[in-house]
């Protein structure tokens, strides 16, 4: 979450002046491109120092995870192996790394500067304003102004046209700017962005710019599909179709007046119309389809084509000294420079954008998301006639051009879209481990108001979930150890939700869960997770090789993510906190709630004749680690005394588990007479009322839900020395603590308390208290949710609409 910046504040002001000189980057190229490096780079500096990097981070990775940002990473490692491979690699490899740190940089630029896009939006505008002016003004009154030498030295062959012509590749971006900046403004303001964005067509007809002209015709067309696509009127969508094709018209017979005529050129025969595409760019075209097939899959290299075999005798023939220094078209570029795998991965790319964008404005509206649409229709279709796919400031302008498009139309969804509910997304391994551990926590936020996700492998307890108003989705949490293919697809299956939902948080119920979705949750820019270990369980207590290889990967895994502002975690008991410090987790994201509560109203003390014989309850899954083995063992030691006490196991066996017991041995155990096994329950309060002492032996836990219940009931306890269990069980007080795998000392705590009525009613009667005092629902899920929220120790920045 973004941290709240006081207006006034230092950083704010120089957030503020960083958005401002983004904005202005883009007309600043008037002056060189000298004049975009200093903008961008002093806004880069002033956004690192003030910005928020977390948020900004977060929403970084978000757009790299959308399929769009997927095929540009595509991209530049297949521009990377064409630059490593070029005939030219040290050229080729200065012009990746340029493009690929430019295209980081505006992108990582343009969110940090997000919560001051307002800004960046009128600097922008002001600046293009400024720049079309006094354009015009030289047009009409002294040309010589425009260039600095030209004012210096009187004898300077001034051409307006070519010094024009650059200007002109940012104000055809300049003028779709302008426009939309006229639909958002009220009064008279709105006619001064509209009058700047006709002055423009002056500027472009005296720079000739033939490109610029074809990229704004392609705006035209694009926004113009679209518009037919919206109507509804079938006589409106004529006049759009014939207004289209006006401009159509016009600009292609621009065009054929200022393209030039020559039919030939050292014997060279046009094989399309001149007055569409001049001769020299069919030369160049050729010329590079010619040597396409010599390098087929890698091409010769980015940037690498006034190096390709011939080049240097054409351009040596041309009055156009830019000839062949590039193919005039990013198609056949990308064709002669990157082969067939660079043309695999960005044809694709352009289609997607294009489709993207269509459906944007389909489902958003003209207003909301023509502007990107036109923009890229623009950009693209002008470097199929002009322009190389390398160019710095022609890819600089469009970039920064496209994020203040961008960052408009992000600002008008957000400031026109009723206020959405709170989401938060609950994961946990299954649907029934919800219910039975977190439906407290889970039906406060629905209290609350939130849009309750729940992620889980899903069971029977389902449509119960549903019918109460929670989202169950059906995610395979992979379980059994860390599998490596099986934790991928939970990985993939959660970054698909995640991305989807957008939560604002994300709670993890369990070590596994934690370690998949945190992962999941970077790769798609989770917002914030709040990580419940609830216990380490048999990774963290089993001794074998394999288990502790895993336990170190687990435990680096948990270091790494330390470092991560978005991660938070809530553990059960001092031992896990004092673990979780260890491993970084600050005092600010790590917090100590004890346990997941118990609703004692439902689990709650009955008057008990002690029966014979007396019955002590092991509730718990059917897991040699949660003290199994030794509790049989304490049985049979008990059997051999000549004690007859019922010794209830309630739980299933957990087989997907590496460390569950199987149902032969449950089986067998019974038949000896040692316990009685009933399986997995539903009734466990109604099984602690006929029972007279809670028994868990377990090696390790976080708060033992088992043990909650039991003294909510008001039954003695008989637990381990270990983490978790002495959480609840106070020796002496509520209970009795037996050393960690010790089955005679067990066997003797269960005899102690099963002999002695008067103690064990009195660590009852002390267990039910604690219960009420600290670890009810109530306080429990209420500590929890406010974690959960962060309503403790942050809050949500509130963006002012954008536009106003």
Same mark, same amino acid.
């Given at each position: 979450m973004q941290?709240?910046?006081?207006?006034?504040?230092?950083?704010?002001?120089?957030?503020?002046?960083?958005?401002?000189?983004?904005?202005?980057?883009?007309?600043? *190229?008037?002056?060189?491109?000298?004049?975009?490096?200093?903008?961008?780079?002093?806004?880069?500096?002033?956004?690192?120092?003030?910005?928020?990097?977390?948020?900004?981070?977060r929403k970084?990775?978000?757009d790299?995870? &959308?399929?769009?940002?997927?095929?540009?990473?595509?991209?530049?490692?297949a *521009?990377l192996?064409?630059?490593?491979?070029?005939?030219m690699?040290?050229?080729?490899?200065?012009?990746?790394?340029?493009?690929?740190?430019?295209?980081?940089?505006?992108?990582?630029?343009?969110?940090?500067?997000?919560?001051?896009?307002? !800004?960046?939006?009128?600097?922008?505008i002001?600046?293009a304003?400024?720049?079309?002016?006094?354009?015009?003004?030289?047009i009409?009154?002294?040309?010589?102004?425009?260039?600095?030498k030209?004012?210096r030295e009187?004898?300077?062959a001034?051409d307006?046209?070519? =010094?024009?012509k650059?200007?002109?590749?940012f104000?055809?971006?300049?003028?779709?700017?302008?426009?939309?900046?006229?639909?958002?403004?009220?009064g008279?303001?709105?006619?001064v962005?509209?009058l $700047?964005?006709?002055c423009?067509?002056p500027?472009?007809?005296e720079?000739?710019g033939r490109?610029?002209?074809? $990229?704004?015709?392609?705006a035209?067309?694009?926004?113009?599909?679209?518009?037919?696509?919206?109507?509804?009127?079938?006589v409106?969508?004529?006049?759009?179709?014939?207004?289209?094709?006006?401009?159509?018209?016009?600009?292609l017979?621009?065009? /054929?007046?200022?393209? /030039?005529?020559?039919?030939?050129?050292?014997?060279?025969?046009?094989?399309?119309?001149?007055?569409?595409?001049d001769?020299?760019?069919?030369?160049?075209?050729?010329?590079?389809?010619?040597h396409?097939?010599?390098?087929?899959?890698?091409?010769?290299?980015?940037?690498?084509?006034?190096w390709?075999?011939?080049?240097?005798?054409?351009?040596g023939?041309?009055?156009?000294?830019?000839?062949?220094?590039?193919?005039?078209?990013?198609?056949?570029?990308?064709?002669?420079?990157?082969?067939?795998?660079?043309?695999?991965?960005?044809?694709p790319?352009?289609?997607?954008?294009?489709v993207t964008?269509?459906?944007?404005? %389909?489902?958003q509206?003209?207003?909301?998301?023509?502007?990107?649409?036109?923009?890229?229709?623009a950009?693209?279709?002008?470097?199929?006639?002009?322009?190389?796919?390398? &160019?710095?400031?022609?890819?600089?302008?469009?970039l920064?051009?496209?994020?203040?498009? !961008?960052?408009r139309?992000?600002?008008?969804i957000?400031?026109?879209?009723?206020?959405?509910?709170?989401?938060?997304m +609950?994961v %946990?391994?299954?649907?029934?481990?919800f219910?039975?551990?977190?439906i407290?926590?889970?039906?406060? @936020?629905?209290?609350?108001?939130d849009?309750?996700?729940?992620?889980?492998n899903?069971?029977?307890?389902?449509?119960?979930?549903? $019918?109460?108003?929670?989202?169950?989705?059906?995610?395979p949490?992979?379980?059994?150890?860390?599998?490596? +293919?099986?934790?991928?697809k939970?990985?993939?299956?959660l970054?698909?939700?995640?991305?989807?939902?957008?939560p604002?948080?994300?709670?993890?119920?369990?070590?596994?869960?934690?370690v998949?979705?945190?992962?999941?949750?970077?790769?798609?820019?989770a917002k914030?997770?709040?990580n419940?270990?609830?216990?380490?369980?048999?990774? *963290?207590?089993?001794?074998?090789?394999?288990?502790?290889?895993?336990?170190?990967?687990?435990?680096?895994?948990?270091?790494v993510?330390?470092?991560?502002?978005?991660?938070?975690?809530?553990v059960?008991?001092?031992?896990?906190y004092?673990?979780?410090?260890?491993?970084?987790?600050k005092?600010?994201?790590?917090?100590?709630? =004890?346990?997941?509560?118990?609703?004692?109203?439902?689990?709650?003390?009955v008057?008990?004749?002690?029966g014979?014989?007396? &019955?002590a309850i092991?509730?718990?899954?059917?897991?040699?680690?949660?003290?199994? @083995?030794?509790?049989?063992?304490?049985?049979?030691?008990?059997?051999?005394?000549?004690?007859?006490?019922?010794?209830?196991?309630?739980?299933?066996?957990?087989?997907?588990?590496?460390?569950?017991?199987?149902?032969?041995d449950?089986?067998?155990?019974?038949?000896?007479?040692?316990?009685e096994?009933?399986?997995? =329950?539903?009734?466990?309060?109604?099984?602690?009322?006929?029972?007279?002492?809670?028994v868990l032996?377990?090696?390790?836990?976080?708060?033992?839900?088992?043990?909650?219940?039991?003294?909510?009931?008001?039954?003695?306890m008989?637990?381990?020395?270990?983490?978790? %269990?002495?959480?609840i069980? /106070?020796?002496?007080?509520?209970?009795?603590?037996?050393?960690?795998?010790?089955?005679?000392?067990?066997a003797n705590?269960?005899e102690?308390l099963m002999?002695?009525d008067a103690?064990?009613?009195?660590?009852?009667?002390?267990?039910?208290k604690l219960v009420?005092e600290?670890?009810?629902?109530?306080?429990?899920? $209420?500590?929890?949710?406010?974690?959960v &929220?962060g309503?403790?120790?942050?809050?949500v920045?509130?963006?002012?609409?954008?536009p106003?």
């Amino acid at each position: 979450m973004q941290q709240t910046v006081q207006a006034g504040h230092w950083r704010d002001r120089v957030l503020g002046f960083a958005a401002i000189l983004f904005g202005l980057s883009a007309p600043l *190229f008037f002056f060189g491109r000298t004049g975009l490096g200093i903008g961008l780079g002093l806004s880069l500096i002033a956004a690192l120092a003030s910005a928020d990097h977390g948020e900004a981070w977060r929403k970084m990775r978000a757009d790299i995870a &959308t399929p769009i940002g997927l095929l540009v990473c595509a991209a530049l490692v297949a *521009f990377l192996v064409s630059a490593a491979c070029s005939i030219m690699p040290g050229k080729s490899l200065e012009t990746w790394t340029g493009r690929f740190a430019m295209m980081a940089g505006i992108w990582y630029l343009m969110r940090l500067i997000e919560p001051k896009a307002r !800004l960046a939006w009128d600097a922008c505008i002001y600046g293009a304003i400024a720049i079309v002016g006094y354009c015009i003004l030289a047009i009409l009154v002294y040309p010589e102004m425009l260039s600095i030498k030209a004012l210096r030295e009187p004898d300077f062959a001034f051409d307006i046209t070519r =010094r024009l012509k650059p200007v002109g590749s940012f104000l055809i971006f300049g003028a779709m700017l302008l426009v939309f900046d006229a639909i958002d403004r009220k009064g008279m303001r709105r006619y001064v962005s509209i009058l $700047a964005a006709l002055c423009i067509l002056p500027v472009l007809e005296e720079s000739h710019g033939r490109a610029n002209v074809a $990229a704004m015709m392609a705006a035209a067309c694009a926004v113009g599909f679209c518009a037919v696509l919206l109507i509804q009127s079938r006589v409106l969508k004529i006049g759009v179709l014939v207004g289209v094709t006006g401009v159509c018209v016009v600009a292609l017979t621009w065009l /054929s007046g200022v393209t /030039s005529n020559s039919s030939s050129l050292m014997g060279f025969d046009a094989y399309l119309p001149t007055w569409l595409v001049d001769i020299h760019r069919q030369m160049i075209w050729k010329f590079a389809f010619g040597h396409v097939f010599d390098h087929p899959l890698i091409g010769y290299g980015i940037n690498a084509s006034p190096w390709v075999p011939g080049a240097d005798e054409m351009a040596g023939t041309s009055n156009q000294t830019v000839l062949p220094g590039h193919p005039h078209s990013w198609f056949m570029e990308i064709w002669l420079e990157v082969g067939l795998i660079g043309l695999a991965v960005v044809v694709p790319l352009v289609l997607m954008t294009a489709v993207t964008a269509i459906r944007d404005v %389909c489902r958003q509206g003209l207003k909301v998301s023509a502007l990107p649409l036109m923009m890229l229709a623009a950009y693209w279709f002008a470097g199929l006639f002009n322009y190389s796919f390398w &160019t710095s400031w022609w890819f600089g302008v469009f970039l920064l051009s496209l994020s203040l498009a !961008l960052l408009r139309r992000e600002g008008l969804i957000a400031s026109k879209s009723p206020k959405a509910r709170r989401k938060t997304m +609950i994961v %946990c391994g299954e649907d029934w481990s919800f219910v039975s551990h977190r439906i407290g926590l889970g039906r406060a @936020a629905l209290v609350r108001g939130d849009d309750v996700v729940v992620a889980c492998n899903v069971g029977t307890a389902a449509d119960t979930l549903r $019918a109460e108003g929670f989202r169950v989705v059906d995610v395979p949490i992979a379980r059994g150890g860390l599998s490596p +293919i099986k934790s991928l697809k939970t990985v993939k299956a959660l970054a698909c939700l995640i991305r989807r939902e957008n939560p604002d948080v994300i709670v993890n119920v369990a070590i596994q869960c934690v370690v998949l979705s945190v992962f999941a949750g970077m790769l798609v820019g989770a917002k914030r997770s709040v990580n419940m270990v609830t216990g380490l369980g048999f990774l *963290f207590v089993s001794g074998g090789a394999k288990v502790k290889v895993v336990r170190s990967i687990v435990s680096m895994i948990l270091w790494v993510y330390a470092r991560f502002p978005s991660v938070h975690v809530i553990v059960q008991n001092q031992d896990d906190y004092a673990l979780m410090t260890g491993l970084g987790f600050k005092a600010d994201r790590l917090n100590l709630v =004890r346990g997941s509560g118990v609703d004692i109203s439902a689990y709650s003390p009955v008057e008990r004749v002690p029966g014979n014989p007396k &019955t002590a309850i092991f509730v718990a899954r059917m897991l040699w680690s949660k003290g199994l @083995a030794e509790l049989v063992e304490a049985a049979r030691i008990l059997k051999s005394r000549g004690r007859d006490y019922r010794i209830l196991l309630v739980g299933d066996a957990d087989l997907a588990n590496p460390d569950s017991a199987n149902d032969t041995d449950l089986a067998q155990w019974q038949k000896e007479g040692l316990v009685e096994w009933l399986g997995k =329950r539903s009734d466990i309060a109604a099984l602690l009322h006929q029972s007279d002492l809670a028994v868990l032996p377990s090696w390790r836990e976080g708060l033992p839900k088992a043990l909650l219940e039991a003294a909510a009931c008001g039954l003695a306890m008989v637990a381990t020395d270990v983490p978790g %269990c002495r959480e609840i069980v /106070s020796h002496n007080q509520n209970g009795l603590l037996v050393p960690l795998r010790d089955a005679n000392a067990l066997a003797n705590a269960i005899e102690e308390l099963m002999e002695d009525d008067a103690k064990r009613a009195e660590f009852g009667s002390s267990a039910r208290k604690l219960v009420e005092e600290e670890l009810c629902d109530g306080v429990i899920v $209420a500590r929890t949710l406010a974690v959960v &929220t962060g309503t403790a120790s942050t809050s949500v920045i509130r963006k002012a609409p954008f536009p106003a």
